[in-house]
Every structure is written in structure tokens, then in C-alpha cells.
């Protein structure tokens, strides 16, 4: 669900995208080994990936941290943690632009609070 408020607010900003949303969107992905993958074939993977019945937390980490890699952002998460890291890789992310994770926050805010998940910040995160 936060993933989808994510979604969302990126829409409002930049206009119509497919299901995970590249900072760029390149419309083939090239390997070095040569074989070419459209941006269909790419969601279509990583949605496979993220809707396994069984994916387990470290799965879940590991394909989260695949996504910010290349700038994209899963739709679903079910647990806490992994919500509050995507808040953490947002504010990574966001490098030196520090006026973009309050506005974040901000357009995510009736959903954080739906939800019940705190920032980082009001974990202490922040702090450790």
C-alpha cells in the first residue's frame, strides 16, 4: 500500500508511467551479454517476483533493495519494516535534494497515518 501511495504521488508529478516507474524509462534494457529485455518483460518479471504467495522477508529485502538499485519501487508491501526502509531509501536517494523526503512525507501522510507507520525519524532512526 505504500508502494502504491508512492506510485501515485510520482504520477501526479510526472505523468502516466507503467507499473514500476525507472527514473528514466529506457524502452529496451541491454545486458552484457546481449540479449535484449523490453520494459514489459521487466515489470513482468519483477511482478512475478513480488507476488509469490510464499516470498519470505529476506526475498523481500534482497528484491527491494534490487528495485532501488535501478530506481523503482514495488507496489505492495505487508510489513512494517520493509515500509520504513522504503522510507529510509527515499531519503537516501534523495542524496543532497533534502526538500524531497519532507514532501514525501508529506503527500504520504494520511496513508502513513491510516496505517500506523512512523518515519524514520519518529522511530530515531535518525538518531542511531
Known sequence: ILGAAINRM???LSGPRGLLHPAVTPSVRCYSHGSHETDEEFDAV?????NKPD???????????TLVG???VPEQLYDFASAVGIL???????????EICPYVI????PTLNE???STPEELGLDKV
Open 10 to 12: 510520482e504520477a501526479q
Open 46 to 50: 519483477r511482478v512475478t517476483y513480488f
Open 55 to 65: 516470498i519470505d522477508a529476506w526475498e523481500l529485502c534482497k528484491g527491494v533493495n
Open 70 to 72: 535501478y530506481d523503482l
Open 88 to 98: 529510509e531509501a527515499v531519503k537516501d536517494k534523495a542524496g543532497p535534494h533534502r
Open 106 to 109: 508529506q503527500e504520504l501522510r
Open 115 to 117: 496505517l500506523g507507520i
